[in-house]
């Protein structure tokens, strides 16, 4: 078994962050944990989420036959 994380704010998961044009950013967020980026690295999460204000969840992953 294989634990990951993944960064949830409100019912919305982190997928990236969005440039444009003005060399601003924000952040993609996603409805579907499929596009969401989960990470094995705890801490990177975290920062993650405490510079969006959301929170990390652990996530485990198995192999089903």
């Known amino acids: 078994m294989k ?6 704010l409100g019912n919305l998961y982190y997928q990236g962050r969005d440039f444009n044009l003005t060399n601003n950013y924000g952040y ?3 409805d579907n944990l499929n596009d969401a980026i989960l990470s094995e690295n705890f801490d990177e999460m975290r920062k993650r989420a405490e510079k969006i ?3 990390v969840y652990k996530i485990n992953l198995e192999e089903v036959e």
Request: cysteine-free; aromatic content about 8%; proline content about 0%.
């Open 3 to 8: 634990n990951v994380y993944v960064v949830r």
């Open 28 to 30: 993609k967020m996603t």
């Open 53 to 55: 204000g959301g929170k």
